[in-house]
C-alpha cells in the first residue's frame, strides 16, 4: 500500500476512534441517567451545527434553517456507490415506511453526496426519488460538503475505480456508513452505526423523539 494512502488510513482510523470514544463520553454523562439505548449512541447534550450553503435536488438552496423544526437523518455518500448506499437507502426507506404506518413523528431523509463532480441535482433527484420521493439530495461546493461532513464527524476518501487506479472519471469513496440524526434545534443528537435494519431504526426514533420531548 502506498505510504500516504496508509497514513491517512491510519488518521481516518484513528479519527473514528476518537470521535466514537467522544460519543460513548457524551452518553454516559447524562445526570439523569435516562439517556435512551439504540443501535448507535445518543449525544447529551447535542452537538450545535454551524450554517452550511448547500443545494437540494431541485438546486433549492439548503442550509441550517431547513433543518430546524424537523427531525433529520442524514446519510453521506454518492450515487455510483456500488453497495453501502443503495442497502442503506433501502433500510432507511424501509423504516420510513414503518414510521409512517405507526404514525410517528416522521423525519427528513437527507442523502448528502461526496462526489459534487458527477452527482449534479438532477441525478441525485433521479436517486432519492427512487427510494422515496419525500427524500433529500444534497449537493454543492465541495468546500460546503466538507464543511458539513466534518461537523457530523464522517469522513471519506477518495479510493480507486475498477481500473485500479484513481483518475478523473474512474474511482470511488470509501465513506462512513453511519446514519446521522439531527433534532429540531438542527443539533446532532444521535449516531445510528451499521449494520443498520429496519426494527433498529423505528425503535430508536421512538426512544430518542421521546427523550427529547421530555427533556
Known amino acids: 500500500m502506498n505510504k500516504n494512502i496508509l497514513k491517512i488510513v491510519l488518521v481516518l482510523g484513528l479519527s473514528g476512534v476518537s470521535m466514537w470514544a467522544g460519543f460513548k463520553l ?45 427531525w433529520s437523518i442524514v446519510f453521506v455518500g454518492y450515487t455510483n456507490c456500488p453497495d453501502v448506499c443503495p442497502n442503506t437507502m433501502g433500510i432507511m426507506k424501509q423504516a420510513y415506511i414503518d414510521m409512517a404506518a405507526l404514525k410517528m413523528q416522521l423525519p427528513q431523509v437527507i442523502f448528502l453526496s461526496v ?31 466538507d464543511n458539513l461532513v466534518k461537523q457530523l464527524s464522517s469522513v471519506y476518501l477518495k479510493a480507486a475505480g475498477s481500473s485500479g487506479d484513481i483518475n478523473k472519471d474512474d474511482y470511488l469513496y470509501d465513506h462512513s456508513a453511519s446514519l446521522l ?35
Do not use: C, W
Request: charged fraction near 30%; charge should be negative; glycine fraction near 8%.
Open 26 to 70: 457524551s452518553s454516559v454523562m447524562d445526570q439523569g441517567g435516562q439517556v435512551p439505548i439504540i443501535e448507535g449512541t445518543v449525544l447529551e447534550p447535542p452537538r450545535a451545527l454551524t450554517d452550511f450553503e448547500l443545494i437540494d435536488e431541485r438546486r433549492h438552496a439548503f442550509g441550517l434553517q431547513q433543518l430546524k423544526n424537523k
Open 115 to 145: 462526489d459534487p463532480k458527477r452527482d449534479e441535482p438532477e441525478l441525485l433527484g433521479d436517486y432519492v426519488d427512487y427510494f422515496d420521493p419525500s427524500f433529500v439530495g444534497l449537493t454543492g461546493k465541495k468546500s460546503e460538503i
Open 181 to 215: 440524526l439531527i433534532n429540531p434545534k438542527a443539533q446532532l443528537q444521535a449516531v445510528f452505526t451499521a449494520p443498520h435494519n429496519k426494527l433498529g431504526l423505528v425503535d430508536g426514533m421512538q426512544k430518542i423523539i421521546k427523550f427529547y420531548s421530555e427533556k
